[in-house]
């Protein structure tokens, strides 16, 4: 069974600290997206990252495939508590298979 | 800028009720699915769908059916309601079911079962 793992669970930091989250797993995905869900609302997509190595940046947000395909991070540097919420990695194997992780749920303090 | 539109926002069933949750999306996906959201569980896959007439299942369809009559909607059939079901239900939509696609996602909608 195909499982995305991600690190830590809960991350709770002051406003102007730079953190880190991950996306794990023992097989090779295709494409990997990342998710941020703000409570009472629906996930939305921050990037979708496909090649190997390949670094994408979306503001203070920088997102990393690892070079063998089966890992990502997520880096935000400075947080903000409008950062605040749930951090969803999700995973497309290479038989087509959509996984999402379990999240990693930030809060940012002002 | 509609996007995914999910009603009702919020709901309470007895035990044994039926009902249904409305999706509708205004992009022209042809790719739409049903997910549930528990704590600790992630978001897992009850059914989807790759266009008009076609539906199948995922992880979690058990108590739930679905139909795709036409291209915008998707709704998601709660047959007879029980505790287990209770959970947050999004509905998410993509141009294809192919893992380069975003999705999109409504709002959600927030069951309890009584």
């Known amino acids: 069974t195909q499982l995305l793992e991600q690190s830590p669970q809960f991350l709770s930091i002051q406003e102007g600290e730079n953190l880190t989250v991950y996306c794990n797993s023992s097989?090779?995905?295709?494409?990997l997206q990342w998710y941020r869900q703000e409570p009472g609302e629906g996930p939305v997509l921050l990037v979708t990252v496909v090649t190997g190595g390949e670094v994408k940046k979306l503001k203070r947000l920088t997102f990393q495939f690892g070079d063998a395909r089966k890992d990502s991070s997520l880096h935000i540097t400075a947080a903000q508590p409008g950062d605040t919420g749930l951090y969803l990695c999700?995973?497309?194997?290479?038989?087509?298979?959509?996984?999402f992780g379990q999240g990693t749920t930030l809060q940012v303090k002002p | 800028n509609a996007g995914v539109t999910q009603t009702p926002k919020f709901q309470v069933l007895k035990t044994g009720q039926s009902m249904t949750l409305q999706c509708a999306q205004d992009?022209?996906?042809?790719?739409m699915s049903w997910y549930r959201q528990d704590p600790g569980m992630g978001l897992r896959l009850i059914h989807y769908s790759v266009g008009a007439g076609i539906t199948d299942q995922g992880e979690v369809p058990n108590g739930y059916n679905v139909s795709r009559s036409t291209t915008e909607d998707f709704p998601l059939r709660l047959l007879s309601a029980a505790p287990s079901q209770t959970s947050v239900y999004f509905c998410?939509?993509?141009?294809?079911?192919?893992?380069?696609?975003?999705?999109?996602f409504g709002s959600g909608t927030r069951l309890t079962v009584v």
């Open positions: 999700r995973g497309s194997s290479n038989t087509g298979k959509l996984i």
């Open positions: 097989s090779v995905f295709s494409s």
């Open positions: 998410a939509s993509s141009f294809s079911g192919g893992g380069g696609y975003g999705y999109t």
């Open positions: 992009m022209n996906h042809e790719y």
